[in-house]
């Protein structure tokens, strides 16, 4: 492995390359990243960039949202399958006959959509500013979300607003249940929860602390709690046990495991920068509406 690591960074240098990787990527891509985080730090870190190449280790709107919001910058995507089924649950086609149906209102969409999508839409948000989002909108708006209905449903007990819900949702998150958490409380009493605002609502319901993924590593970093029940996916409890080596982390269950993200390998980082692929473009009819949607998102919260 220390031959590959030293082959990956030698392309880094060669290409004047950057690898940015979500907190849900496998152990050793986080490793080997420059910048690992939740989306909106990896949408914040790419608008910054003043690399020629970005290496977007996550799944493929990630790489579409650094592609517009660095223009400039090459961006490149290890494995092209790594898909969202989040994502794929809305069409634009289905977004504009829903749209039809309430002119007028305003359609906030979360990041974990196509740029398609984003291009049909008045503002981004990703979980971890999505009340702030929301709370940003006029009062008296009628306000349509999409395409997660297990966090729109949680702004909008944030916020109180009565947002209409597209019915899409994160088959990882949802295969973390009520009983989980239940069952690790019983064997951890003392843990504090916390859990993702994708998660189904008995979940979120069951939890001390509802936050992003990147607001659980700041939530255990000013805590003095030893033990944390951790309700998203596997992938963070990497980042959270090499950053907090002296606290306990204990995953609701190990069925919360995204496949898409772990797509990415470190052999395809190396064969992504030695092949330059693959890169990821967007059309400029769709990039132009798509990018307003994601820059006013990287502007709050």
């Known amino acids: 492995m220390t031959e590959l690591i030293d082959r990956i960074n030698a392309l880094k240098r060669q290409r004047n390359a950057v690898i940015y990787a979500h907190l849900y990527q496998r152990g050793e891509v986080q490793d080997i990243a420059d910048m690992v985080g939740d989306s909106l730090e990896l949408a914040r870190a790419a608008a910054k960039s003043d690399a020629a190449v970005i290496v977007l280790c996550g799944v493929y709107f990630m790489a579409e949202s650094a592609a517009l919001l660095a223009p400039a910058r090459t961006v490149l995507i290890p494995d092209a399958n790594a898909g969202c089924p989040m994502a794929n649950m809305v069409t634009p086609r289905e977004l504009r006959e829903w749209k039809q149906q309430h002119p007028g209102a305003m359609l906030v969409c979360y990041v974990n959509s196509s740029a398609a999508v984003k291009a049909e839409c008045d503002i981004c948000c990703t979980s971890a500013n999505a009340a702030a989002v929301v709370k940003s909108l006029p009062a008296d708006a009628e306000i349509m979300f999409l395409p997660d209905q297990s966090l729109g449903d949680w702004v909008n007990r944030q916020t109180g607003r009565n947002m209409r819900l597209w019915p899409g949702f994160c088959p990882t998150h949802h295969r973390i249940l009520a009983r989980d958490i239940d069952e690790r409380r019983r064997e951890y009493p003392e843990a504090m929860v916390l859990a993702h605002p994708e998660c189904t609502l008995e979940v979120v319901d069951r939890a001390d602390v509802v936050t992003s993924t990147a607001g659980m590593i700041r939530h ?41 993200m772990k797509l990415v390998t470190l052999e395809k980082i190396l064969w992504s920068l030695e092949d330059m692929a693959t890169v990821v473009t967007v059309p400029e009819a769709v990039a132009a509406r798509a990018r307003k949607t994601l820059e006013k998102m990287v502007g709050i919260g």
């Open 220 to 260: 255990v970093r000013g805590s003095d709690r030893r033990q944390f029940i951790i309700a998203t996916e596997l992938g963070l409890m990497h980042r959270l046990r090499a950053d907090f080596p002296d606290r306990t982390f204990i995953h609701a269950t190990p069925l919360a495991d995204c496949a898409n």
